[in-house]
């Protein structure tokens, strides 16, 4: 039986993910650097050091010192953190309001499971953070997704089994982490791209409880 729902944030809740793309993509511009078009679906999910490695990795740049590399990060988070600053409850994503409150009616706990240390901050300028049963904090983790760490750790945070909680990704390293925590993975994007997700939406807006419980209660019978 359904219990919990485990979130990520960006891309998922809001759409962060257009500012982290922002973000990265100044930085890049900084080091001389041109973001493909695949780099979106790529960074997406990636924590920060494995988003660096991955934009280094686009310009043949890896070469650079760990402390470089903060001061790259540290560079990229002061121009994120600018552009998050004005987000409000209007940033929350079509359907997300009408689900977290069917969940919220239903009984099913919540927590949040972003890679992203910036989460709190968002999540209370959505004024949705009184929702969340537990929120992982990323510093805390060895692995970032696609290692199913978080989402163990999510599950965990609401005392659930694998089988008890359903989660929800816009990412490929996402869906990857879901499944390999053995849950239930909602997909949130191209179902194409996002194969490997249990249940595949276009967009948030059609996302349903109801037709998420189904799903989930034909995976699991
Ligand atoms: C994820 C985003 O949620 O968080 C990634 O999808 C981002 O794009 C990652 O790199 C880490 O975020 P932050 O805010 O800690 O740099
Ligand atoms: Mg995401």
Redesign the pocket.
């Known amino acids: 039986m359904l219990k919990g729902l485990l979130f990520?944030?960006?891309?998922v809740l809001t759409d962060s993910?257009k500012y982290?793309l922002q973000a990265w993509g100044e930085l890049a511009k900084k080091l001389n650097i041109t973001l493909p078009e695949s780099a979106n679906d790529e960074?997406?999910?990636?924590?920060?050091l494995d988003?660096l490695n991955v934009i280094l990795k686009f310009g043949n740049q890896q070469y650079y010192s760990e402390q470089q590399k903060k001061e790259f990060m540290d560079t990229k988070?002061r121009i994120?953190l600018h552009l998050i600053r004005a987000m409000t409850p209007q940033d929350i994503l079509p359907g997300i309001t009408d689900l977290l409150a069917d969940a919220q009616g239903a009984g099913l706990r919540m927590a949040i499971a972003?890679?992203?240390?910036?989460a709190p901050i968002i999540l209370n300028q959505l004024g949705i953070a009184d929702l969340f049963a537990g929120v992982v904090d990323?510093a805390t983790l060895i692995h970032g997704k696609p290692d199913p760490e978080i989402y163990e750790r999510a599950q965990q945070l609401l005392h659930l089994r694998a089988t008890e909680v359903t989660a929800f990704e816009d990412?490929v390293v996402g869906v990857q982490a879901i499944k390999g925590a053995g849950q239930f993975a909602v997909g949130i994007g191209n179902k194409h791209v996002l194969r490997q997700a249990d249940y595949v939406v276009p967009t948030t807006g059609d996302l349903r409880l109801s037709d998420i419980i189904a799903n989930f209660d034909s995976r699991n019978n």
């Open positions: 990520d944030l960006d891309g993910a982290h960074l997406r999910g990636r924590s920060r988003s988070n994120y972003s890679a992203s240390r910036n990323p990412a």
